[in-house]
């Protein structure tokens, strides 16, 4: 399809981009382009909203005037994925006190949200916008031996103390203090023996929780056989289905222990020292959530030890209660025995890298003024930096040889990493950000490549077997054990135009495509409100219910019917008149309701990012424009790579 703006509108739509959506900024001596409002921590710049504005202004006539904003839109990719994984964005460092009733409190920081009662020894901790319940770092037990007999204590039932306490940085520990008494002297008197103390210190510029336990005993009082316990309860309300312990530089799965324990008893993970444990959630990489712990006492290990939990009658035993327990052989009067851990929660977790976590976890400087999650699509930040290095190799744009050099760099380690870890774990796919990986390949495809890099074609068509594995009878491609969505089937069928185009004979590619596009309907929706609300059409899959409207979604829908519209004309897809007459409803009608979207001011050109917002956001204005200004097809319009030395 032709490009659908005129030029003075497009320069209104990304001269608002970059005045009225994003600003320069630093984190960590680094120069990064963030969106507006985000001086506050309840602001993250995401990573894939800066990637769908790189691969907008590498497009051809567009670099020209924006090339600085796109150097550094490129500079927070690069900032994001400078380790192995690449972060989900940026957010400022902050702490917000929101409530400071110890018994109801509830704090902001970073990523996070921390509810709960200190009166029950309850900290809860959850990411902020996400979905699921909250971590409970709660369940601990104290063990020891005094007067003959041995002890066992709930931490949390033995609650005396508790508090917050703000400090200098800005940060708050809470706390919560338990005092137990035992018999002790000839006459087995009971009487105080230790008061143990559990601090939690939330800072605003890490992402980490620090736990500190200390169990101090009485003057004239010796507890021996002392076993000081950190956990983690109701770990079954998520499916952690992989843990993985960190010890003498190696990391070990345990999930045979898992699998082989029975329900409600305890079982023994690991006995001895430890670095580290790292709980993964069985979700696509994106959206699993990863408990990661540093064991700064590890030293002081004596066992790991967890109870399954079945979440329902007749399912399977899941990961539920997990205790760290620490050894002391005796402390004297007076004397105190301390334990510290590091606790770090990533929202989108690569299964597999649970060395980058350990490392993250000692060392936590490359976090600060990051999200510590990884981006949930990567195959939109690799289709950007592609495209970066096709259009700057056919002219359309200058890049220095040691900035193309960089960005291929980037793009290969990125693009092995993430097919090695979904090596290990299939089931993780999901066939959205599988599109928009073979995406980037594609668009790589038509640049020039050192020799001694991965080889694209094959990894293409590789993943085009499993995307197309991935389609069932009703032309919908789900993920492993989930539902079609409507996103994920839009940019499958992006992915599969663009391989129309570049294999007019491959038949398979065409089949899949025509199945696609006949599970797509429209379903009826309401854009605006009061005496301005009239109904339109948008695009929906046949057998799901609702209407998923926003637009993105939207702006998606455009560009893969753009470009499906485009390889029938081209004779790569072969259509009938009805899928013709289909095809053509289908784009009309998102085309319109992504007009209906579009406000214009006297400052600004703008799209709203759904029918109920006054506003827009970066990552909404950069989709519109790539849908209405048919960037696969002037990728398909670039010439032939050319070889040359790295």
């Keep these: 399809m032709p490009e659908l703006l005129r030029q003075p509108e497009r320069d209104r739509l990304i001269a608002f981009l970059e005045t009225g959506l994003w600003r320069q900024d630093s984190f960590g001596g680094q ?26 202004l590498a497009l051809p006539g567009v670099r020209d005037r924006w090339g600085a904003f796109s150097d550094q839109l490129t500079d927070t990719l690069l900032v994001m994925g400078e380790g192995p994984l690449v972060r989900r964005g940026v957010r400022a460092p902050g702490l917000i006190l929101l409530s400071s009733e110890p018994q109801d409190f509830r704090i902001i920081a970073g990523a996070y949200e921390f509810t709960g009662d200190l009166s029950r020894g309850l900290i809860y901790q959850a990411v902020r916008g996400g979905t699921g319940p909250a971590m409970a770092h709660t369940g601990h037990l104290v063990e020891f031996r005094s007067g003959g007999a041995s002890h066992c204590l709930d931490v949390e039932d033995n609650t005396s103390h508790f508090g917050i306490e703000q400090q200098p940085d ?78 003498e530089g190696r990391h070990t799965p345990l999930n045979p222990v898992i699998q082989s324990g029975a329900a409600e008893e305890l079982a023994t993970l690991h006995l001895g020292q430890a670095e580290a444990l790292s709980l993964v959630e069985e979700a696509p990489f994106g959206r699993a959530l990863g408990v990661h712990l540093g064991l700064l006492s590890g030293q ?43 606790r770090l929660l990533t929202p989108g977790t690569q299964a597999g890298t649970e060395d980058s976590y350990a490392t993250l976890l000692r060392d936590p400087v ?24 096709v259009f700057a190799e056919t002219g359309a744009h200058h890049l220095p040889p040691a900035r193309q050099a960089r960005l291929r760099a980037w793009y290969n380690r990125h693009l092995t990493h993430w097919f090695n870890t979904l090596a290990g774990d299939p089931s993780r796919l999901v066939p959205g ?46 993920e492993a054990g989930a539902a079609p969505t409507l996103a994920g089937h839009l940019a499958t069928m992006l992915l599969l135009a663009r391989m129309a ?9 065409a089949r899949a ?74 784009f009309d009608a998102s085309f319109r ?34 849908a209405l200004l048919a960037p696969d097809e002037a990728v398909l319009a670039a010439p032939p790579p050319h070889r040359h030395a790295a």
């Excluded at 030890?305 to 007076?334: F, I, M, T």
Aim: charged residues 25%; hydrophobic residues 40%.
């Design 593 to 626: 309701l992504l007009r209906a979207r579009l406000q214009t001011s006297a400052e600004a050109l703008e799209v709203r990012s759904d029918s109920d917002s006054p506003h827009g956001d970066a990552a909404t204005q950069a989709m519109a424009l790539l």
């Design 300 to 342: 002081r290990l004596l066992s790991v030890k967890l109870v399954s939990k079945a979440p329902e009658a007749g399912a399977a035993p899941r990961p539920h209660w997990l205790l760290s327990r620490y050894r002391q052989e005796a402390l004297a009067g007076g004397q105190a025995f301390t334990v510290e851990e590091e």
């Design 513 to 586: 495509l025509r199945r696609a596009l006949a599970a797509l309907e429209l379903r009826g929706t309401t854009e605006g409100h009061g005496q301005r609300a009239r109904p339109m059409d948008m695009p929906a899959l046949r057998g799901t219910a609702g209407v998923e409207s926003d637009s993105q979604l939207i702006s998606l829908a455009l560009r893969s019917l753009g470009l499906l519209t485009h390889a029938a004309n081209q004779g790569a897809l072969m259509l009938e008149g009805a899928e013709r007459s289909h095809l053509r409803t289908l």
């Design 501 to 509: 185009l570049r294999q007019k004979e491959e038949r398979r590619v």
């Design 170 to 247: 800005g940060g708050v520990q809470l706390f919560h203090e338990s005092l137990f008494s035992a018999p002790v002297g000839l006459l087995r008197k009971k009487r105080f023996a230790a008061r143990l103390r559990y601090t939690y210190t939330i800072r605003p510029d890490d992402p980490r929780l620090h736990l500190q336990v200390m169990l101090k005993t009485a003057p004239n009082v010796t507890l021996r056989d002392i076993r000081l316990t950190t956990a983690l309860d109701d770990l079954s309300s998520r499916n952690f289905g992989r843990i993985v312990l960190g010890a």
């Design 433 to 478: 950000e599988l599109a928009f990986v073979l995406l980037s390949l594609d668009t790589a495809l038509r640049a020039s490549w050192p020799e001694d890099g991965p080889n694209h074609a094959t990894l293409l068509d590789g993943g085009l077997e499993m995307l197309l594995s991935r389609q069932g009878e009703d032309g919908t491609f789900t």
């Design 366 to 389: 490359a976090l600060r003024g990051q999200d510590p999650g990884t981006t949930p699509d990567l195959g939109v930040v690799l289709n950007a930096v592609a495209a970066q290095l």
């Design 31 to 56: 120069p990064l382009a963030v969106p507006r409002g985000a001086a506050t921590s309840t602001t993250l710049c995401l990573t894939d909203a800066a990637a769908r504005a790189v691969e907008l």
